[in-house]
């Protein structure tokens, strides 16, 4: 059997710096673990506009579509900013999660336990917390027709739809029960069905995919204006929140700032089951291309190092051994590592990339 193949694509600004570590990481994997990948390397953003004037080759395309994972740094920086939007860095990540179909955001917020002190909220609501928020990501209110501004009579009026139908809800529910198992087995799902039409078809086929196909996961339902309130409540009482376009981009942003630092924020988006059972998939860290600190080793690695966990969990069924990474990184801050990002007022000397990197992999033997 072949290994499976990742497409590493490191982009722009800090992104060759943190994904240099995860190459590390990956070669860790296949000297002490016998877990190997077969890894091809390409450009995505601003240095791929700059060697052949696209973000995003016709041939990185169709290799993002044959592999079993994409892994990806960050995009963009301020040389590119006049640069017509067609061809803008941003496009070239956008390309690849809108032909490769990637409807499904997964924006974990997970928190170790010795950043608990980075939390707005008390130690004990964050400490040990660990959900997911899985957002619809191709449709909803970003993408619904008509929209548009209008001229109505004396005035103009601004048009977006909330348009959702029973099959686009009913592949980001599969998504989101196929995760809850691989987790806690709780998935709630949040909408406003109290007053969008959309929200009552939403839960409606969220509550029939349930039924019929995972019956054995653990299913609620909430409005996302209460959804907001209990998880700056009590984040703790959630496993799995699946939720739209819109609640979820603002629910996904509120989870993970729960936590800490943009630095640690790992994300996946995920599309249709492939042939061989996987689904499509784009890993990446939360954070952008840092222009204030790239070049200058400064960046933390950690949200691109817990892409790849996801990666090894959502994409290699390697559960154990992305378990295994996020342990050797709790660890690590738990024994005061810290780049600067993660420093507090108190001061001190922060790691360099390398350095957080070095204490990884230290972590790991
Ligand atoms: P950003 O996420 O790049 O940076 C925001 C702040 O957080 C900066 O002060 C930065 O130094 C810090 N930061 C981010 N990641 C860090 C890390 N790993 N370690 C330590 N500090 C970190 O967002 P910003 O500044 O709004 O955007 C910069 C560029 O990145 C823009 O060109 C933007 O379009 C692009 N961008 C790309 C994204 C992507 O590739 N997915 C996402 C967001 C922005
Ligand atoms: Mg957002």
């Known amino acids: 059997m072949s290994n499976p193949s990742l497409l590493i ?9 943190v994904m240099a570590e995860v190459r590390r990481i990956i070669g860790w994997y296949g000297d002490k673990r016998g877990i190997h990948f077969d890894v091809t390397e390409d450009l995505v953003g601003g240095i ?56 499904s955001n997964l924006r974990p917020a997970q928190c170790f336990d010795a950043l608990a002190d980075f939390s707005s909220l008390k130690k004990d609501i964050v400490a040990g917390l660990d959900i997911m928020i899985v957002r619809e990501l191709t449709s909803g209110v970003y993408f619904g ?24 809800i009913d592949r980001v529910a599969r998504s989101a029960f196929e995760l809850a198992r691989k987790r806690n087995n709780k998935v709630c799902s949040m909408e406003k069905a109290n007053v969008m039409e959309s929200g009552i078809l939403w839960r409606e086929v969220v509550q029939k995919v349930h039924d019929e196909d995972y019956p054995d996961v653990e299913l609620s339902h909430m409005y996302a204006d209460a959804g907001a309130m209990q998880l700056t409540r ?57 222009p204030d600190i790239a070049g200058q080793g400064k960046a ?26 996020e342990t050797a990184v709790e660890k690590v801050l738990a024994d005061g590592a810290r780049t600067a990002d993660l420093m507090g007022a108190e001061g001190g000397t922060p790691m360099s990339t390398a350095e957080m990197g070095d204490a990884v992999l230290a972590a790991l033997d």
């Not at 694509?9 to 060759?16: A, N, Q």
């Not at 950690?302 to 990474?325: P, V």
Request: overall charge negative.
């Open 48 to 103: 791929a506009y700059d060697t052949h004037g696209t973000p995003l080759h016709d041939d990185t395309m169709a290799k993002a579509q044959e592999v079993d994972a994409v892994l990806l740094g960050a995009v963009g920086g301020p040389k590119y900013d006049a640069l017509d939007f067609s061809v803008k860095p941003e496009r070239g990540l956008l390309r690849l999660r809108k032909e490769m179909d990637l409807f």
């Open 300 to 325: 933390n690695p950690i949200a691109c190092i817990l892409s790849f966990a996801m990666a090894l969990r959502y994409s290699f069924d390697q559960g154990d051994e992305a378990a295994r990474l």
């Open 9 to 17: 694509l490191p982009g722009d600004g800090i992104g060759p710096e």
């Open 145 to 168: 027709e008509p929209r548009g501004i209008f001229k109505e009579g004396n005035e103009r009026v601004g048009i977006n739809t909330q348009r959702y139908t029973e099959s686009e």
């Open 234 to 290: 009590w984040p703790k009482q959630f496993d799995v929140i699946v939720t739209d376009n819109l609640f979820g981009d603002l629910l996904s942003d509120l989870a993970a700032m729960l936590t800490g630092s943009l630095g640690m924020l790992p994300s996946a988006s995920l599309g249709a089951p492939m042939a061989n059972g996987r689904p499509k998939a784009l890993y990446e860290p939360v954070h952008g291309s840092a």
